[in-house]
């Protein structure tokens, strides 16, 4: 299945090279694919504020690689730098609240720079632990990847309906994609038979990203409003939800993208498996369930304008970026560790305890 999957490979999203990091630019797509290049941890930081980079594996590779260019700017700068690198560990951090893979990668770099000797090279070993993060979630993606179609195979036959939510491809992961990369797979082994896609209001992730890579691929792909999706469950026989996450509690309760949370009611309610593939980096076991994860919400306004005008005065917006859904909706989570079936605090304790499965 690796083999396959390397052979399949179409979009990458994210590129470190001559010391710096370039990124496909995801408001632009699918319109345009167009490059930018980043030199500096503000710049990274605001790429990942203003939605340029999306996704939590994908947000916590660029922020290691914004410490990169800054301990160069610091050094260059001369004085105590690795005082002064605070100031970008804070700014980076800061980038994205939800996403725990921001602050875990920013973990290895901290503890990577406490390791640095004085008489090595800090940039160096800091640019060797960025890619190192990058290649990890590569190979993350791709143990998901064959857990997640083995957990398909041995419930249902084949061909089927899936149905996703979100982005969880390559442009939101450091290759192949989480939840997309457990589909792409199960493609390949034959057994799918239609992708159903959210479109995922208020952004559009699903038609604007996620149809533009499965279509990409040649694999047969529906775009649906969100609010179609329990029709679909009822009668176009889909037999999984497969999704993402941005953060999953000790408990097993998982935030992600609006809307995550009615697709597993609605799965709960029609028979349909629901499953969440994400890295264990992507797991928060100091938070001990959904409750304490924080969600971020936007300006309301961009519900109330359409082709630039305003639809009307006393209006308010509900906004949210993210929901939690809670564990006991959740059929299965998979991790490049392993898979929790019906998770649960016990469950997901387990799992941190494990290494990773080659």
């Known amino acids: 299945m690796r083999d396959r999957l390397l052979a399949a490979e ?23 694919e167009s490059w930018i290049a980043y030199d500096s941890a503000a710049a990274v930081a605001e790429a990942i504020r203003s939605m340029v980079v999306c996704g939590a594996p994908a947000v916590g590779i660029c922020a290691a690689y914004g410490v990169v ?5 610091r050094l260059a700068a001369g004085g105590d730098w690795f005082v002064a690198l605070e100031e970008d560990f804070t700014l980076l951090a800061g980038s994205s609240p939800v996403a725990v ?6 973990g290895r770099m901290r503890e990577r720079l406490a390791r640095v000797k004085e008489q090595a090279d800090p940039l160096a070993a800091l640019e060797a632990e960025a890619q190192a993060i990058h290649e990890s979630d590569r190979e993350a993606n791709l143990n998901m990847a064959q857990l997640g179609v083995d957990l398909i195979r041995r419930h249902q036959g ?13 442009l939101a992961t450091g290759g192949f ?9 199960a493609w390949l082994e034959g057994m799918v038979e239609q992708v159903y896609v959210d479109e995922t209001r208020p952004r559009l992730q699903g038609s604007r990203l996620t149809a533009w890579e499965l279509a990409g691929e040649g694999i047969p792909v529906t775009v649906n409003v969100d609010a179609a999706a329990a029709h679909l469950m009822k009668t176009k026989g889909v037999t999984w ?5 941005e953060r999953i509690s000790a ?17 709960m309610h029609h028979g349909v498996r629901f499953m969440v593939v994400a890295p264990s980096s992507s797991i928060d076991m100091s938070l001990a369930s959904g409750e304490d994860i924080p969600c971020e919400e936007c300006a309301g306004e961009e519900l109330l304008e359409i082709a630039g005008r305003r639809m009307g005065e006393g209006i308010a917006g509900c906004n949210p970026l993210f929901d939690v859904t809670p564990a006991d909706l959740i059929d299965a989570i998979v991790t490049e560790k392993g898979v929790v079936e ?4 016990a469950k997901m304790a387990q799992l941190m305890c494990r290494k990773r499965l080659h």
């Open 177 to 185: 994609g989480t939840a997309l990369g457990v589909i792409r797979a």
């Open 10 to 32: 179409k979009v990458k999203a994210i590129e470190w090279r001559d010391s710096t990091l370039y990124l496909l630019d995801q408001r632009a797509l699918p319109f345009e």
């Open 241 to 245: 939800v497969v999704v993402g996450a």
């Open 69 to 73: 260019l800054a301990a160069r700017a």
């Open 158 to 170: 084949n061909p089927q309906a899936l149905l996703t939510h979100g982005n969880t491809g390559a």
């Open 251 to 267: 408990n097993g309760d998982v935030a992600n993208r609006i809307g995550t949370y009615q697709l597993a009611v609605n799965a």
């Open 342 to 345: 019906r998770p649960d605090a």
């Open 101 to 106: 893979n921001l602050s875990w990668a920013l």
